[in-house]
Nanobody
Framework: QVQLVESGGGLVQAGGSLRLSCAAS????????MGWFRQAPGKEREFVARISWSGSNTYYADSVKGRFTVSRDNAKNLVYLQMNSLKPEDTAVYYC???????????????WGQGTQVTVSS
């Protein structure tokens, strides 16, 4: 069992940066692939990035590649999403999630946080 809590969202101008954090509880955190997803109003939840349990493998959606960086600190039970060069189309609620699989599909992730709002103004 893993509980996840996101933080770090907010309002930022286009071109700016934000760093999201996801705090996890549970002794098995370091065994999970961690993913970041986002959902804009009226749209389906979409994959953003994922990181393997060791942190050695990362994968990004094309829409954020080169702008976002996912990382983790297993000693602190934390996962981060550094977001640079933000665009208005990045506006969404961002969720972190945990999975036993390396997947980009939301249904593969068993544990989810409550989400944090990111709003990018033009």
């Amino acid at each position: 069992q893993v509980q996840l809590v996101e933080s770090g969202g907010g309002l930022v101008q286009a071109g700016g940066s934000l760093r999201l954090s996801c705090a996890a509880s549970g002794r098995t955190f370091s065994t999970y692939t961690m993913g970041w997803f986002r959902q804009a109003p009226g749209k389906e939840r979409e994959f953003v990035a994922r990181i393997s349990w060791s942190g050695s493998n990362t994968y990004y959606a094309d829409s954020v590649k080169g702008r976002f960086t996912v990382s983790r600190d297993n000693a602190k039970n934390l996962v981060y999403l550094q977001m640079n060069s933000l665009k208005p189309e990045d506006t969404a609620v961002y969720y972190c999630a945990a999975s036993n699989l390396r997947s980009v599909v939301p249904t593969a992730y068993a544990y989810w946080g409550q989400g944090t709002q990111v709003t990018v103004s033009s």
